[in-house]
C-alpha cells in the first residue's frame, strides 16, 4: 500500500474512533441529565439506571448510528486536508439530525411532562453532540495541519504542463499555510515528453531560479507513460497536476486517457478562459483553484447516498426478479444455441475494464469479423432477443455489476475500447465520463437511445458529458422515471 493511502486510513481511522469515542461519552452524559433533571426518570437511581440493560444496549448502538449517520454525510470520504469551515458544518448538522432521530425514538418509550421539556431534550442532546464531536475532530484535524506546516506531510506530485507556470503554482502551494506543499516527483509536457532531470523545476526545491529548457525531444512516448504508470502503482506519487495554457486541450485529453487508470488524484490547473466555462469548486477559501478531474461534481454525502441506493435498489431487484429471471434464461437457452448470458470487457471507473454481463440477445459469433454496433433490422439478433432489447430486459443481468462496484444504476454506458479510442480521436472531452462508475441507464439512453456507429456514439456521449457536469440525486431520479417509461412504452430500440 503507498504512503498516501496509508496515510489517509490511519487518518480515518482516527476520525472513525475519535467519534466513536466523543460520541459515547456525549450520550453517557446526555443520560445522567436526563436522570437528573427529568421527572419520569429521577426516581431511578443514577447507578442502575445507567447500567440497566436498556442504557447498555443504547450506549453501544447510539454511537454506532451516529457514525453511519456521519458516513452518509460524507465526512470520512476525505480524511486529509479537510477544510475546516465543512468539517464545521458536517458536524452541526450531523448532531442536529442525529439527536432529532433520537428525539423522535425516545418518545416512543418516555413520556415527558411538559412540552417544554421536548424542546429542551432535543437541544441538550444536540449540543452535547455537536461540543464532543466537533471538540475530537477539531483535534485530529489540527493534528494534520500541523503536519502539514512542518512539512512533515507532503503532497508527491507529477506536473505535465508549462514550466513557468508550473513554478508559481508550486510557489502558490507552498505558501499556503493550512494545506500540505508539493514534492515535485516529476515534470512532463503535455505531450508526455520526459522532463530534464537538470531542470529549474527540480530546482525548485532548493530555491534556485536557472533558465534551463525543462524537457527534452521525446524519444518515446509509450515508455514516458510506462514510467509514470510504474511510479503511481510502487506509491511514490500523491498526485498529478496538469497545467494547461488554454491552446493544448486536445493534449489534455490524451494525456488523461493514459492516466484515469492509475487511481491517483489528477488536478488541472484552469486557464482564465476556464474561470468562466468551468465549474471550480473550493473547499477552501485559501485553497489554489485546481479542478479534480477524478472526482464528479456530486456532494461526498450524495456520491453515499447514490452507492447505498444502488445496492439496496440493486439486491432488492436480483431478489424479487429472480422467478422471473429465471424464465428468461431458460427463454434464451430454448430461443437459440448458446449460452444464457453474454460478458464482455468494458471500460468502467477510472478507465478500469471490467466484465458487463447481460442476456444473450445475437446468434453466437455476432462478432465472428471483428467488433460491430447493432442496428435496426440487424440480422445478429434472434426474434427473443429484439423482444428483449425492445424492454431492456437483456440488460437486467447488470444489476450484479452494480453490487460488484463495477456499475450504478445511473451513469454515463459503458463502451469497448475499440470505440472507446473512435470516439475520442473526435470527441476528446469523451475521457472524462471515467469520473464517475458507468451505469446500466444513462441520460444518453434516455435522450438518444441504442447507436449504430461512432457518430451517433459520440452524439449520444455528448449527453453522458452534461450529465457528469450536474450529477444530482434528484437527477438520477428523473433519469430512472424516463428510463421505466421507456421499458414500458416498448421503446427499447
Same mark, same amino acid.
Given at each position: 500500500?503507498?504512503?498516501?493511502?496509508?496515510?489517509?486510513? /490511519?487518518?480515518?481511522?482516527?476520525?472513525?474512533?475519535?467519534?466513536? #469515542?466523543?460520541?459515547?461519552?456525549?450520550?453517557?452524559?446526555?443520560?445522567?441529565?436526563?436522570?437528573?433533571?427529568?421527572?419520569?426518570?429521577?426516581?431511578?437511581?443514577?447507578?442502575?439506571?445507567?447500567?440497566?440493560?436498556?442504557?447498555? #444496549?443504547?450506549?453501544?448502538?447510539?454511537? *454506532?448510528? !451516529?457514525?453511519?449517520?456521519?458516513?452518509?454525510?460524507?465526512? =470520512?470520504?476525505?480524511?486529509?486536508?479537510?477544510?475546516?469551515?465543512?468539517?464545521?458544518?458536517?458536524?452541526?448538522?450531523?448532531?442536529?439530525?442525529?439527536?432529532?432521530?433520537?428525539?423522535?425514538?425516545?418518545?416512543?418509550?418516555?413520556?415527558?411532562?411538559?412540552?417544554?421539556?421536548?424542546?429542551? +431534550?432535543?437541544?441538550?442532546?444536540?449540543?452535547?453532540?455537536?461540543?464532543?464531536?466537533?471538540?475530537?475532530?477539531?483535534?485530529?484535524?489540527?493534528?494534520?495541519?500541523?503536519?502539514?506546516?512542518?512539512?512533515?506531510?507532503?503532497?508527491?506530485?507529477?506536473?505535465?504542463?508549462?514550466?513557468?507556470?508550473?513554478?508559481?503554482?508550486?510557489?502558490?502551494?507552498?505558501?499556503?499555510?493550512?494545506?500540505?506543499?508539493?514534492?515535485?516527483?516529476?515534470?512532463?509536457?503535455?505531450?508526455?515528453?520526459?522532463?530534464? @532531470?537538470?531542470?529549474?523545476?527540480?530546482?525548485?526545491?532548493?530555491?534556485?531560479?536557472?533558465?534551463?529548457?525543462?524537457?527534452?525531444?521525446?524519444?518515446?512516448?509509450?515508455?514516458?507513460?510506462?514510467?509514470?504508470?510504474?511510479?503511481?502503482?510502487?506509491?511514490?506519487?500523491?498526485?498529478?497536476?496538469?497545467?494547461?495554457?488554454?491552446?493544448?486541450?486536445?493534449?489534455?485529453?490524451?494525456?488523461?486517457?493514459?492516466?484515469?487508470?492509475?487511481?491517483?488524484? +489528477?488536478?488541472?490547473?484552469?486557464?482564465?478562459?476556464?474561470?468562466?466555462?468551468?465549474?471550480?469548486?473550493?473547499?477552501?477559501?485559501?485553497?489554489?483553484?485546481?479542478?479534480?478531474?477524478?472526482?464528479?461534481?456530486?456532494?461526498?454525502?450524495?456520491?453515499?447516498?447514490?452507492?447505498?441506493?444502488?445496492?439496496?435498489?440493486?439486491?432488492?431487484?436480483?431478489?424479487?426478479?429472480?422467478?422471473?429471471? $429465471?424464465?428468461?434464461? +431458460?427463454?434464451?437457452?430454448?430461443?437459440?444455441?448458446? @449460452?444464457?448470458?453474454?460478458?464482455?470487457?468494458?471500460?468502467?471507473?477510472?478507465?478500469?475494464?471490467?466484465?458487463?454481463?447481460?442476456?444473450?440477445? !445475437?446468434?453466437?459469433?455476432?462478432?465472428?469479423?471483428?467488433?460491430?454496433?447493432?442496428?435496426?433490422?440487424?440480422?445478429?439478433?434472434?426474434?427473443?432477443?429484439?423482444? !428483449?432489447? /425492445?424492454?431492456?430486459?437483456?440488460?437486467?443481468?447488470?444489476?450484479?455489476?452494480? $453490487?460488484?462496484?463495477?456499475?450504478? +444504476?445511473?451513469? @454515463?454506458?459503458?463502451?469497448?475500447?475499440?470505440?472507446?479510442?473512435?470516439?475520442?480521436?473526435?470527441?476528446? =472531452?469523451?475521457? $472524462?465520463?471515467?469520473?464517475?462508475?458507468?451505469?446500466?441507464?444513462?441520460?444518453?439512453?434516455?435522450? =438518444?437511445?441504442?447507436?449504430?456507429?461512432?457518430?451517433?456514439?459520440? /452524439?449520444?456521449?455528448?449527453?453522458?458529458?452534461?450529465?457528469?457536469?450536474? !450529477?444530482?440525486?434528484?437527477?438520477?431520479?428523473?433519469? *430512472?422515471?424516463?428510463?421505466?417509461?421507456?421499458?414500458?412504452?416498448?421503446?427499447?430500440?
Amino acid at each position: 500500500m503507498d504512503t498516501r493511502a496509508i496515510r489517509n486510513k /490511519k487518518q480515518r481511522l482516527r476520525y472513525l474512533a475519535g467519534d466513536y #469515542l466523543s460520541f459515547s461519552v456525549a450520550f453517557f452524559i446526555f443520560n445522567i441529565i436526563r436522570n437528573q433533571f427529568f421527572y419520569y426518570t429521577s426516581d431511578i437511581p443514577l447507578f442502575n439506571y445507567i447500567f440497566s440493560q436498556k442504557l447498555i #444496549l443504547e450506549q453501544i448502538l447510539v454511537p *454506532l448510528g !451516529m457514525i453511519i449517520l456521519a458516513w452518509f454525510s460524507g465526512y =470520512y470520504n476525505q480524511a486529509v486536508e479537510k477544510s475546516r469551515l465543512q468539517e464545521l458544518t458536517s458536524t452541526i448538522a450531523t448532531s442536529a439530525i442525529g439527536a432529532f432521530i433520537l428525539f423522535l425514538l425516545m418518545l416512543l418509550n418516555d413520556k415527558l411532562g411538559r412540552r417544554r421539556d421536548n424542546y429542551q +431534550i432535543i437541544l441538550i442532546l444536540f449540543g452535547l453532540f455537536f461540543i464532543f464531536s466537533y471538540g475530537v475532530r477539531l483535534i485530529i484535524t489540527s493534528y494534520s495541519i500541523k503536519k502539514f506546516r512542518r512539512h512533515q506531510w507532503k503532497n508527491k506530485t507529477i506536473f505535465i504542463g508549462d514550466k513557468n507556470r508550473v513554478k508559481n503554482i508550486i510557489r502558490r502551494l507552498n505558501s499556503i499555510p493550512t494545506r500540505s506543499g508539493v514534492e515535485l516527483i516529476g515534470l512532463y509536457s503535455l505531450s508526455l515528453k520526459k522532463k530534464d @532531470p537538470e531542470s529549474d523545476a527540480f530546482n525548485e526545491k532548493t530555491g534556485k531560479d536557472e533558465n534551463k529548457d525543462s524537457f527534452v525531444e521525446p524519444t518515446d512516448g509509450e515508455r514516458v507513460r510506462e514510467e509514470i504508470r510504474s511510479l503511481c502503482q510502487k506509491g511514490k506519487v500523491d498526485q498529478i497536476i496538469i497545467v494547461s495554457n488554454g491552446e493544448n486541450d486536445k493534449k489534455v485529453m490524451q494525456a488523461l486517457y493514459c492516466l484515469f487508470e492509475l487511481d491517483i488524484p +489528477i488536478k488541472i490547473a484552469p486557464d482564465e478562459f476556464s474561470f468562466i466555462t468551468t465549474s471550480i469548486r473550493l473547499s477552501d477559501i485559501y485553497a489554489e483553484p485546481l479542478i479534480d478531474l477524478t472526482s464528479s461534481s456530486m456532494s461526498e454525502s450524495s456520491k453515499n447516498i447514490k452507492r447505498t441506493f444502488d445496492i439496496v435498489l440493486s439486491f432488492l431487484a436480483l431478489l424479487l426478479l429472480f422467478p422471473f429471471l $429465471l424464465i428468461i434464461a +431458460i427463454a434464451v437457452k430454448l430461443s437459440s444455441e448458446g @449460452p444464457v448470458f453474454y460478458s464482455q470487457e468494458r471500460i468502467g471507473y477510472r478507465h478500469k475494464p471490467f466484465e458487463i454481463h447481460k442476456f444473450r440477445s !445475437m446468434y453466437i459469433d455476432a462478432e465472428a469479423n471483428g467488433p460491430k454496433l447493432s442496428s435496426d433490422n440487424d440480422t445478429r439478433i434472434t426474434p427473443f432477443g429484439k423482444w !428483449m432489447r /425492445k424492454y431492456r430486459i437483456d440488460e437486467l443481468p447488470q444489476f450484479w455489476n452494480v $453490487l460488484k462496484g463495477e456499475m450504478s +444504476i445511473v451513469g @454515463p454506458r459503458p463502451e469497448r475500447a475499440y470505440f472507446i479510442q473512435r470516439i475520442v480521436t473526435n470527441l476528446p =472531452y469523451y475521457t $472524462l465520463l471515467s469520473q464517475v462508475r458507468p451505469g446500466i441507464t444513462s441520460w444518453g439512453m434516455v435522450k =438518444y437511445g441504442y447507436a449504430k456507429d461512432v457518430e451517433e456514439m459520440i /452524439k449520444r456521449a455528448k449527453f453522458d458529458l452534461i450529465y457528469i457536469s450536474n !450529477m444530482s440525486l434528484a437527477m438520477d431520479v428523473k433519469i *430512472l422515471i424516463y428510463t421505466i417509461k421507456t421499458i414500458l412504452t416498448g421503446k427499447g430500440v
